[in-house]
């Protein structure tokens, strides 16, 4: 590409760009835009043939071998990658560092057509390369570099990776050193790592050496690039390090002890290298790869000349600030919840008032709140003496809260950000759950509890030694407030006597009950009553023991395929109303609309089962429209899972006993050199509406997959998705 050709392109894309701009006062996080990329749009054994036929092939059959075991893997793997939902394109962040790209290689077009840029959802600083031409940019790394150039120096890097082919033939090497007996006949396994991670160091060098000589060309400040190697030092730390104040969360209501503040933080560092970490790391440590670049800058007597951002300056500031924006809902859906409130407390400095930033930590006390009354808290967090930096303030402080203190902010905050948004159905749902849990959980006799029309005073915090009881004085009149105190009172009771029902039955007379229920379940199947309902990416895996390579991943894409086609077959069949989404299942008359709406219900399924509690799913209202469009509030997910075992000498020597038995030899010989196979077929019902799983069901089988088999479980799901529950007898 020319420069007149890559200034038009520029051009083009700042113009899109500001069309597509943001509202950060109500900012919604960034999805993924048409078109779908061509990558999602075939299959992953396609690709892997085509890897296979368009490379160079290996001389040594070992090596060949190794070579089709890497084209196999990493497709399907890639392919994983590119439907797990984390994938964003098309979108101002990706096209902004796709023009990063284009401006580097600007002088290879055929280099350049062979590059497809993603952004990841994911918090962590990083970027990759892959065999195939992609370059994964996360959205954590593009929230933390300081310009353009340091960007532009790391994709020099990862460009290097693809063009020396250095997965592939990183993948060769290792296998070597695995299989090879001359070298490392007397190591152990661990001389082994140190040869494999030396290799990859060196890989790294390589790239970092002709990154350079490509960023030598590309019209940035040399220097600028140093910035790099800090950024990697300290990419643990956050984007920025505001002072966090507990006041953030007082007024006249809510007022926190002195202690609650943590005085003094840890400051943000370099963790201290370790040698033998060092052995072990696959890259370079930052100070050998700072000292090579600067002793290469020093040697050529560069000048530090170029510019620091070659796009508008004003552009990379969007992009930046879109991605600390979606920081905070990156973290929320991975659980991190004080780190998330950290972010969201940072945007508010920034702008205060921000209503994304708010609803974040309305979301991220909702988290906190509802793992903490479950007892589970430490699944979601970690010690605040191993963070560093101000964010420690904010894990400090629900350390230091109590149980009733946490429930009792998060639904003060949550109640404050409904009555701000009335129209946001999560939050509205969000407040609801924790006004009714604070009684549930926490507070027994909430009316004499709570103090009416009085405000927090030194002497009020000594006598009560907590902000509790203070904490709703001017809202415990309001009806809303009144009614969801009451549910709550109503649900503890309930509650309760189910517990003293239970403790009074005893744990033999309650498994013998359960047993009961679940074997008349079985026989008569659930009755769910839905007439319509979204099968979301159904699942099928083949496994052989008998194979080098156990999972049969062609076979299962192939298998899968067939699945898919049996769900829209048999719904017909039986009158119940079907809609298959499935992201592998891609195809140009599939809209973006489509695939996002894949991706929601994904998540919110993830959430439903991850967090194993009744808890409103942090991307409510992104579901809300697709159970409209659909029509349907149920969602299912179902597959099956079947693999060929290994038989065992002692099966072996059963069988072989038939053999000798002249009217049962048919039977030994068939059983002797069949395989045994196990199958698994599950499905999970969702009812989006009440935020629950309606069904859930494993049938282990000792056979193989027949289709017949895999059909009728399928029938029987929809049979019991359909059926109507029977009458209770007068």
Known sequence: MNTKNYLLVLFIGLLSFNLSAQDFENYIPTRAEAPLPADLLSSSTQKYLDSQSGAERQKKRADRKAQDKFFLQTNFALDELLGSGKLLFNDPMTKYVQRIVDNLLKNDEALRKKIKLYMIRSASVNAFATDRGEIFVNVGLLAKVKNEAELAFILCHELQHFVE??????????????????????????????????YSKTLEKEADEKGLELFLTSGYKMKAAEGVFDLLELAHGTYANEKFEVSFFENDYVQFPAIYQKSAVKPVRPYEADSEEDKLSTHPSVDERREAFNEEFASRNLKNEGKEFIQPKAAFDKVQKMARF???????????????????????????????????????????????????????????????????????????????????????????????????????????????????????????????????TADAIEKEQTFAPYAFADIISDSTFTKWIENGKTYRKRRADSEEEQEEMGYYARSRENRKAAKKKRKKGAALNRKDVVFVNPFYLKG???????????????????FKGWIEELGSDIGLKTTVLDVKHLNKRTTIEEYNNIIAINRWVDELLTNDMYMISSNYNDVLPIVKEYNSTTFAYTGALTFRKQKYLIENYYHLLYTVI?????YGLDNLFRGSYESI???????????????REVNYMKQKDRDAIIKSNLYWLMHQIKQKPAKKKK
């Open 165 to 198: 082919k250095h997965n592939l033939n990183s993948f060769i090497e290792l296998s070597r050193i695995e299989r090879t007996r001359s070298d490392f006949r007397r190591d152990k396994n661990y001389e082994k790592l140190v040869a494999k991670h030396s």
């Open 326 to 456: 979606d920081l905070c809902d990156i973290l929320i859906s991975y659980r991190s919840y004080p780190a998330a409130l950290y972010h969201g407390y940072l945007i508010l400095k920034e702008y205060p008032n921000n209503s994304y930033a708010e609803k974040t930590i309305a979301k991220a006390l909702y988290g906190i709140a509802q793992y903490t009354n479950k007892e589970t808290y430490s699944d979601i967090t970690i010690s605040s003496e191993k963070i560093q930096g101000e964010m420690q303030a904010v894990f400090y402080l629900f350390e230091e809260m109590s149980k009733k203190e946490i429930n009792t902010l998060a639904s003060r905050y949550c109640w404050k950000t409904h009555k701000k948004y009335p129209d946001d159905k999560g939050i509205k749902r969000m407040a609801q759950d924790m006004i009714e849990d604070v009684v549930i959980f926490t507070i027994e006799k909430p009316d004499t509890y709570f103090k009416k029309d009085k405000k927090m």
């Open 544 to 562: 052989n023991a008998k194979k080098r390579e156990p999972i049969q991943l062609i076979e299962s894409e192939e298998r899968q395929n067939k």
């Open 662 to 666: 002249p009217w049962t030899t048919p």
């Open 681 to 695: 077929y599950f499905s999970y019902v969702f009812d989006f509406e009440n935020n629950r799983v309606l069904h």
